[in-house]
């Protein structure tokens, strides 16, 4: 069977646990996120042939690199790929020209100046052929890095971290030279990071990965605000994850009825779960509104609750607040403010406010396994 | 000033170089990446030369290249003349004590090439051949150069080793350090102190060319 782009299944249960699959199409960028020592880097290094696993299988444009069941396992420099390691690898001794032309192994050797050249051009490192790596600034390293991944012409590029060692300016522009240059690329692009931010903006698809299983793939924002599970709703950053019980659906006017700790919270319809079933839901951090109750038009699935402020912590522009829910059992929301909204509120900790629940940002999930509540606490 | 000494002195030097230059490289590089069983005692053994007396590296050397051992009677089969007393005895004997020498500085220096950098060769598509051609000997080649100089220099001025296996023959075994001994014996001051002074700028210039390998462009590491 011949793919277009990559697809990837492997498996082992050690020394890395891996139980992966995914596949990316060209031209697509496919972010593998997930917190340090999720196995995302060794999947980029099965795909590169530097890790062979116990079993699986990786194609890619129409080639097959690896298939256990098959005893075949392409070695590494013949499989044809770009990778752009987290330290950039470059070759010490040798010139930004000469690091891209040990890329164009292909190529006449009487091309490769040239063909080395425009790459180099093509990163905007124009007029820095003959700079060794070390009288190069991070940024230009992995701009080195790029272009030399991209000299074999390969069917798949792999990005490994390749932000983490620049400084916050440098990585913003290099955010958006990668935008650029993807445009360009037809081959489908592997991107490993463990910044879910970075993944959403530069990602087409963004696959979870946690203890090197992939837990949910899909386009970024529906990965963020549809977590599969209560997994993946932790890994992404959902901080309100809690236990509610399904009690109606009503189609007709598009609502779900959720119970919660003695309350009900009438959400966008979610028929997956039937009426009665015990479910775990998120709320993300703009489901919680800290308008005054008579502000703004109210919408349907908005329900008012009362609580008191338990804790304001700042952080930079934005502050954090921890909110007691009352009317039924207590439990703990939290939510983000900028910093002059929360002074415009005269919020402090210890008062009593009404707020807002937003039921159509409330997103329903399985119940986490046992008996243990899925409270974010 | 014994000059067939000296000349014989750096034959030795030369060729214990020549032969330790591919044995350091190759064993270098296969203690720095590839971890097997029984490695510490590998290592061990290639350190022992460095601790042990040259009288008792010498007896053992003088014991097994002796008529009474096979290395010894097939040498002297197939040559046709014995192993000991000779300058292939003495060659051979250099190279067994320089053998921590050669080896240790060049495994620094293939150890001290990051894992990384020989990975995205290979992810480049380029050769084993290549690999080591154009990344891991530029890379390694101050801490292969040092291996050099200082077998080339610790050969010059062996002594032990070279009395017990090769004895102080002229024009055969007799190298400059024995024939300094062998002068200062006589009360021959004079020639002894040439010697000495000329070993000591010989072993002077190839320790401070090795330093000097240290500041090449392939060390600095950005």
Known sequence: MAEEGLVLRVRQPAPIPLDAEFACAPGQVLALVGPSGSGKSSLLRCIAGLLTPAEGRIGCAGETWLDTARGLDVPTPRRRIGFVFQSYALFPHLTALENVMEGLGDVPPGGRRSRAQALLALVHLAGLEDRTPHRLSGGQQQRVAVARALARNPHVLLLDEPFSAVDRSTREKLYGELADLRRQLRMPVILVTHDLDEAAMLADRMCILSHGRTLQSGPPLEVLQRPASVAVARLVGLKNIFAGTVVSHDPGAGTTLLGWKGRLLPIALQEAYPAGNLVAFSVPADGVLLLPPDAGSRGPRDTLLEGTVLSLTTLGDRVRITLCVEGGEPANLFTTLSRHVTARYTLAEGRSITFRLRGERVWLMPQAGGDREPDGG | ?222
């Not at chain 2, 220096?109 to 020989?118: D, K, Y």
């Open chain 2, 1 to 222: 000033m014994d000059v067939p000494a000296l000349f014989l002195s750096l034959r030795l030097a030369a060729w214990t170089m020549a032969i330790l230059l591919p044995v350091g490289i190759w064993a270098g590089r296969r203690l720095a990446w590839r971890r097997f069983r029984g490695q510490s005692l590998v290592e061990g053994l290639l350190a022992l030369p460095l601790v042990l007396p040259p009288t008792v590296l010498g007896h053992y050397l003088l014991t097994a290249f002796g008529g009474a051992t096979p290395l010894g009677r097939l040498y002297e089969a197939v040559i046709g003349r014995p192993l000991v007393f000779t300058f292939e005895g003495l060659l051979l004997a250099s190279v067994i004590v320089n053998l921590p020498f050669a080896v240790q500085p060049t495994q620094r220096a293939f150890e001290a090439i990051p894992s990384e950098v020989r990975e995205a060769a290979r992810c480049c598509g380029m050769s084993d051949w290549r690999i080591f051609r154009r990344i891991e000997l530029p890379l390694a080649w101050p801490g292969i150069l040092s291996a050099l100089v200082l077998t080339f220099a610790h050969t010059l001025g062996e002594f032990g080793v070279v009395l017990m296996v090769g004895g102080n023959i002229p024009g055969e075994t007799r190298t400059v350090a024995i024939a300094i001994y062998d002068r200062v014996q006589a009360f021959d001051t004079q020639a002894a102190g040439l010697m000495a002074a000329t070993l000591l700028l010989v072993s002077l210039i190839t320790i401070a060319a090795s330093y000097s390998t240290a500041d090449s462009p392939g060390r600095r590491r950005g």
